[in-house]
């Protein structure tokens, strides 16, 4: 995430690497069984129309089992997925 920031040279990044500390019990999850559209449309890695089409998705199906269930129907992209994975939970 640090790289994606606009003006963050890599060069930097790889200075402080070894310093950066990412304490994974500390993430808030997102739950889409019961997010709102503006919650998950907030997060800066989903556009609101992903966000749409995740609540539109559990209402016409029923509660998501898995967050995977988000790239194997097609919902967001693999890319997508890649990034917000680790802030979303379905339970």
Same mark, same amino acid.
């Given at each position: 995430?640090?790289?994606?920031?606009?003006?963050?040279?890599?060069?930097?990044?790889?200075?402080?690497?070894?310093?950066?500390?990412?304490?994974?019990?500390?993430?808030?999850?997102?739950?889409?069984?019961?997010? +709102?559209?503006?919650?998950?449309?907030?997060? /800066? &890695? =989903? %556009?609101?129309?992903?966000?749409?089409?995740?609540?539109?998705?559990?209402?016409?199906?029923?509660?998501?089992?898995?967050?995977?269930?988000?790239?194997?129907?097609?919902?967001?992209? +693999?890319?997508?997925?890649?990034?917000?994975? /680790? &802030? =979303? %939970?379905?339970?």
């Amino acid at each position: 995430q640090l790289k994606e920031v606009y003006g963050f040279k890599t060069d930097f990044y790889y200075e402080i690497s070894t310093g950066v500390i990412v304490d994974k019990s500390k993430i808030v999850r997102v739950n889409i069984n019961f997010a +709102e559209r503006y919650e998950l449309s907030k997060h /800066p &890695y =989903l %556009t609101a129309q992903e966000a749409e089409d995740i609540i539109q998705f559990r209402n016409k199906n029923g509660a998501y089992q898995d967050v995977n269930e988000l790239t194997n129907k097609g919902i967001i992209s +693999e890319q997508t997925f890649h990034k917000i994975s /680790p &802030y =979303l %939970t379905v339970r």
